[in-house]
T-cell receptor, first 113, second 113 residues
Framework: GAGVSQSPSNKVTEKGKDVELRCDPI?????LYWYRQSLGQGLEFLIY????????KSGLPSDRFSAERTGGSVSTLTIQRTQQEDSAVYLC???????????FGPGTRLTVT | GESVGLHLPTLSVQEGDNSIINCAYS??????FIWYKQESGKGPQFIID?????DKRQGQRVTVLLNKTVKHLSLQIAATQPGDSAVYFC????????????FGSGTRLLVRP
């Protein structure tokens, strides 16, 4: 079956520009997560959506980062006024409600020049 | 703050030998632990998980051991194969009402032919 998909796979942007990263979760999964992975590092939690509940935004590093989830499915992570330290792989994961096991997409590699 | 860390950044093993990857966690309130495998350019792939009310769980060629007394987690891979070469991450969850995962920094497993 179809897994989590993310687009674009790679994004190069200039410092100061805004970027949008997209995630399509597995059909039927009500929970969606965004993580960030810097080079050679582990994954850092950013934000969590569960159904119609208010999202857990506790991992967002600054107010330049925001995310939304439309219709309980597709999610978009937006980074405004990108900085070089934003360069990383952004990973999306989804899961069934009340389940810990998360399924990851291939990620979007963001490079800020 | 809370963290999940790994003892060995790189582990090199001979094909056919058993591999043991270790992980220390610091949050005694965590009740769920999971191992992921990440190959180059891909998102993390679920391997095996374990709840805090268990101390051992077996899968196909993999075993996870949990020692809550010393807050230690390990992944054992039997008869390691070249396809097992990847970065392995442990993660913990359940310390609050969120299902977000807190990841360690990863161990690279290299399998020598």
């Amino acid at each position: 079956g179809a897994g989590v998909s993310q687009s674009p796979s790679n994004k190069v942007t200039e410092k100061g520009k805004d970027v949008e990263l997209r995630c399509d979760p597995i059909s039927g999964h009500t929970a969606l997560y965004w993580y960030r992975q810097s080079l050679g590092q582990g994954l850092e939690f950013l934000i969590y959506f569960q159904g119609n509940s208010a999202p857990d935004k506790s991992g967002l590093p600054s107010d330049r980062f925001s995310a939304e989830r439309t219709g309980g499915s597709v999610s978009t992570l937006t980074i405004q006024r990108t900085q070089q330290e934003d360069s990383a792989v952004y990973l999306c994961a989804s899961s069934f409600r009340d389940r810990h096991e998360q399924y990851f997409g291939p990620g979007t590699r963001l490079t800020v020049t | 703050g809370e963290s999940v860390g790994l003892h060995l950044p790189t582990l090199s093993v001979q094909e056919g030998d058993n591999s043991i990857i270790n992980c220390a966690y610091s949050n005694s309130a965590s009740d769920y632990f999971i191992w992921y495998k990440q190959e180059s350019g891909k998102g993390p792939q679920f391997i095996i998980d374990i709840r805090s009310n268990m101390d051992k769980r077996q899968g196909q060629r993999v075993t996870v051991l949990l020692n809550k007394t010393v807050k230690h987690l390990s992944l054992q891979i039997a008869a390691t194969q070249p396809g097992d070469s990847a970065v392995y991450f442990c993660a913990e969850s359940g310390m609050d009402s969120s299902y977000k995962l807190i990841f360690g920094s990863g161990t690279r497993l290299l399998v020598r032919p």
